[in-house]
């Protein structure tokens, strides 16, 4: 009980920190995730890593490299990178598994080819939940399964469309959370794409724009 307040403590500390991973990582942290222990193993080469992502720089590169596609990505959408502060190195090293599916999860949203509507964050979500990476995600596509229906029936067949999708490509694509995706940024998109297993994808729809709470 002393821990989790301790923990709460913290992250109400960190609301406002100019980074905004801090915020995520921690609250992460306080909910914890039971990640299957395969994946622990899988993630031993991204143990602490986490580069700052400088949006202004990735916008100077050629329009077809990755860097650039997610600083376009992020900017129409109004998103800030999920940077995490070296003040919590210690909370990153421990919680490789927080740190990377809250720093990676626009690039996932990029590489995917989902928008950031309710049908596109449950494409993303089912993704990772087939990928395995841990139970709570399962968790939580199911409930997503139940509520974005409701939330946005206007949306119930692209929803659908992109659940299936999202389990496709997590069945096909390489293990995506432990790749080092900020050391290619300026390699094409689809090179990426194509080494990490994921099919090319057309330019991104811009369709819905309504944010999912499971963000």
Do not use: C
Not at 149 to 156: F, S, Y
Not at 176 to 193: A, N
């Amino acid at each position: 009980m002393l821990k989790k307040f301790q923990q709460i403590k913290t992250l109400i500390n960190y609301k406002n920190s100019e980074n905004l991973g801090d915020f995520a990582i921690l609250k992460s942290e306080l909910l914890g995730a039971n990640i299957n222990p395969d994946v622990v193993a899988k993630l031993q080469q991204v143990v602490g890593y986490h580069p700052s992502i400088d949006l202004e720089k990735l916008s100077q590169y050629p329009q077809d490299t990755f860097g650039r596609q997610y600083a376009d990505h992020m900017r129409e959408n109004k998103l800030k990178p999920l940077n995490v502060s070296s003040e919590l190195e210690d909370v990153a090293k421990r919680n490789v598994f927080a740190l990377r599916y809250v720093v990676t999860h626009d690039i996932f949203h990029v590489l995917l080819g989902f928008d950031t509507s309710y049908a596109g964050e449950i494409g993303v979500l089912a993704f990772a939940a087939e990928q395995n990476y841990s139970k709570s995600l399962k968790i939580s596509l199911w409930f997503a399964k139940l509520l974005y229906p409701i939330l946005v029936p206007r949306q119930i067949k692209a929803i659908f469309s992109n659940l299936k999708k999202g389990q496709e490509l997590g069945k096909k694509a390489e293990f995506l959370l432990g790749f080092r995706f900020e050391e290619h940024w300026q390699e094409p998109i689809e090179e990426v794409r194509n080494r990490l297993g994921l099919p090319p994808i057309p330019l991104m729809s811009k369709s819905f724009t309504t944010s999912s709470p499971f963000a």
